[in-house]
DNA sequence: CTTGACTCTCACGTCAACGTGAAGGTTTAG
DNA sequence: CTAAACCTTCACGTTGACGTGAGAGTCAAG
């Protein structure tokens, strides 16, 4: 599978995919032409890049993690322990995140509220 | 009140203060010795800018829901109708991310269940 | 009346996750 | 065999919410 349509299926762009690779997330063989390869696995991993980037992570606490997490995604991975401190300070993150964007939501339901429609 | 006794007690920086002026979200009074001077109601509205901007609603959006939001808090305000639609938009856009962040959430928890303490 | 702790206004720097060409090689359909 | 449509590696640009001095004025205590 080449870069664009990797990134067609991921909903990204090869752009995305190469920055993703330039910071150790991705590791995609090469073809003799120096084209990328990737395998099917590859778009699980993408899918697993974007949920952690949308929840705030960066890639460098990104490429910590993934290696911890298991290729069949049905079993459970034998937990990287170092990374458990790292790991649970980000899960306590999003929590907060989470509250945070509860209250905001609540505040913008106060305007919404008093909809004329 | 004087910038840096708000700063503090919002817990954010002067800097911080003072862009958010600059971005037309606080008035604040002005002393003859050009010192700006906040009164308590500034320290409700940064509040609710930090909560808006940690949702992930940018100054410019927080600009024109601010006015809309009542000073006396257990008031409902005469919302502005034109705001309506992108407020709703908004309100779906973080939803959206909370159902993100625990999706995250989820993946980080499959692999802190195999934490061996 | 001076010193230290504020404050002011520019104005450039930062950081992360990419976007956007530039200049050139590769693959594939006709 | 050629042209379109890919791909490659630099390398600089973008965006938003500030950080960080620079240079200068202001205020409170001793």
Known sequence: ????DLA????????????YEEQGLLHPARLASGYRQYDEQALRVVRHIQLLLSAGLNTTAIAEILPCIPDDVTVLAPTCPELLDGL???RARITRAMQQLGAARDVLDRLLQSDPR
């Open 8 to 19: 067609r299926r991921a909903g990204t762009t090869p752009r995305a995919l190469r920055y």
């Open 88 to 90: 649970a300070a980000e």
């Open 1 to 4: 599978m080449r870069i664009s």
